[in-house]
C-alpha cells in the first residue's frame, strides 16, 4: 500500500512539472505578442519565420505533450485497475472472514439458544411436575380438613346434646331443691319466729347493761379527769336513757306478747269444751293478727335497739380514742404546770408572778374548751 502511494505521487510530480513547461511557453509567446512590432520588412519577415519556428516546435511540443499525457493516463489507469483488483482480492478476503466471524457468532449463538431452551424446557417441565404435586397435595389436605371437619361437627354435635341433657337434668335437680329448701326455709322460719323474740329481748337487756356498766365507767373517768366537759356528759346520759327506755318498751312488748299466748290456748281450750267455734275462731284469726303486728313491731324496735347499740359503742370508741390522746398529750402539760404552780406559789404576792398564774390558767381554759369542742364535734359526726 505504501509503493502505491509512492508511485501515485511521483507521476502526479511528473505531471504537473510538464504542465509548468508547457505553461512557460505560452508566456513566452504571449510576450512575444506584446513586443512592439517592427515596421520593416526584413524584421517582419524574421518574425514570421520565428513565428513559424515556435509554432513548429509548439506543435511538436504539444504533440510529445499529448504522447506523453496518454502515456500517463495508460500508467495510470494500469496503477489504478492493479490498484482496484488489489483492493478487491482485500475485500472479498475481508468479507469472507466477517462472513466466516457472522457464522461462527450465528452458530454460537444458535447453540446457546438451543441449550438456554432445553433448559427451559427442563425448568417448565419441573414447574409443571411441581404444580402437579402441590395439586395433589393440596387436594389431599382439603379432603383431611373435611373429614376432620365432618368428625368435629358430629363429636361437638353429640357433646352439645349431651350439655342439653346435662342441662336439663341441672334445671329439674335445681327446681327440686329449690322447692326442698324454700320448705326449709319455711320451718326454719317459724321456729325462728318461736326463738328470735326471746333471744333478741336477753341480749338486748344484757347489751343495754353493758353499755350502761361502760358509759358509767367512761363518764366516771371522764369527770374525774376533765370536769368541764358537762355537754358530753349531758349527750351520754341522754343515750342511756333512750337505752333504757327501749329496753323498757321491748320488757313490755314480752309481757304483752306472753299474754297474747296465754289468750290463744285459752281460747282454744275453750273450743275444746265445747264453745262456739265461729267465736273461737273469729279470737284466733284476731290474736293472729295481733301477734304478726306485734311480731313487726317487736323485729323494728330490735332493728332500732341495734343500730342505736352500734352508734353508742362507736361513739363511745371514738371518744375513748380522743380521751386517751388527750390524756398523753396533756399528762407532761399537767406536769409542768404542777411544777410552775410550786415555784410561784413562793412569790404569789408578785404582780409579774401572778400575770404569769393568770396567763397559764388562761391557756388550759383555753385547751380544755378546744378538747370539749373536738369531742361534741365528733358526736355529732357519728350521728
Known sequence: MQRAEDDENDETSSFSGRADNNNDTKAEVSNMKKQPRCTENGVEVNMKEEIDK??????????????????????????????IGELQINHGMTVDN???????????????????????????????????????????????????????????????????????????????????????????????????????????GAMIKRLQSMYKNSSLELSSTYPEQNGTEVEGLQLTEEATIIAAQLQTIDGVGHEDSDADTTTSSIGDDGVDTTTSTIADDDAVDMVKSQDTMVQKTVEDCQKLFYDTAQKLSLFQGYVFSKESNFSPQTDYLQQQLDDFEEDAHSPQNSHDNSKYKDQDSEDENYAVAVAVKLLSNSK
Open 54 to 83: 515556435l509554432r513548429a516546435e509548439h506543435e511538436a511540443m504539444v504533440l510529445n505533450l499529448q504522447l506523453d499525457h496518454d502515456a500517463e493516463v495508460r500508467n495510470i489507469h494500469i496503477f489504478y485497475e492493479s490498484r
Open 98 to 204: 466477517l462472513q466466516r466471524d457472522h457464522e461462527s457468532l450465528v452458530f454460537h449463538l444458535r447453540s446457546l439458544n438451543f441449550e438456554q431452551g432445553i433448559r427451559q424446557e427442563a425448568a417448565l417441565r419441573s414447574m409443571r411436575d411441581l404444580k402437579d404435586k402441590m395439586r395433589r397435595d393440596h387436594d389431599e389436605e382439603v379432603q383431611r380438613m373435611r373429614l376432620q371437619y365432618d368428625n368435629l361437627v358430629r363429636k361437638y354435635t353429640i357433646e352439645i346434646n349431651s350439655l342439653v341433657e346435662e342441662n336439663k337434668l341441672l334445671c329439674s335437680e335445681h327446681e327440686s331443691v329449690l322447692r326442698a329448701l324454700h320448705g326449709t326455709t319455711q320451718v326454719f322460719k317459724e321456729n325462728m319466729k318461736s326463738s328470735t323474740n326471746s333471744n333478741i329481748l336477753a341480749e338486748s
